[in-house]
């Protein structure tokens, strides 16, 4: 047998097993939010302000939000305020949210920060599944 038959044969089975296994990857696993849209964000010498809006999935429960700023590419988690009033724990209902925080952080002391969130969301078969992303990320130009 020659080597292209082999190929051919290798190639046909290896899209048939792609076809079979890609909705089984997490990039179709359940999104916690989309459509994040970010409506303002105001750098000062000692804080940034944050003002978003996303669409809340109701298969997932919020676990943790943080802000992280990154210096030299050094991750520190950082300290924020909601000015919603809301609690750093509070799990926003299914549907269109918004999120409104300021972040005490010096804007020459960093170069980016990001908000991330991890949620525990429930699967179409019923299985948990714990999902950490980055909710946004804002460049500190000096």
Same mark, same amino acid.
């Given at each position: 047998m020659t080597i292209l038959p082999r190929l051919t044969s290798f190639l046909l089975g290896a899209i048939i097993c792609s076809i079979f296994f890609v909705p089984y990857l997490p990039l179709w696993g359940v999104k916690p939010y989309t459509d994040v849209k970010i409506h303002s964000e105001v750098w000062d010498e000692r804080s940034f302000t944050l003002g978003a809006s996303f669409v809340k999935n109701g298969q997932c429960t919020l676990v943790s939000f943080s802000v992280v700023a990154f210096?030299?590419?050094?991750? =520190? *988690?950082? %300290? *924020?305020?909601?000015?919603? /009033?809301?609690? #750093?724990?509070?799990?926003?209902?299914?549907?269109? #949210? /918004?999120?409104?925080?300021?972040?005490? =952080?010096?804007r020459d002391s960093i170069d980016y920060l990001e908000t991330r969130t991890r949620h525990r969301c429930i699967d179409e078969q019923g299985n948990?599944?714990?999902?950490? %992303?980055?909710?946004s990320r804002h460049e500190a130009a000096k």
């Open positions: 210096a030299s590419d050094i991750p =520190v *988690y950082v %300290k *924020y305020r909601d000015l919603d /009033g809301l609690s #750093q724990e509070f799990d926003r209902e299914e549907g269109a #949210q /918004g999120l409104n925080i300021i972040v005490d =952080v010096e948990e599944e714990v999902t950490t %992303k980055v909710f």
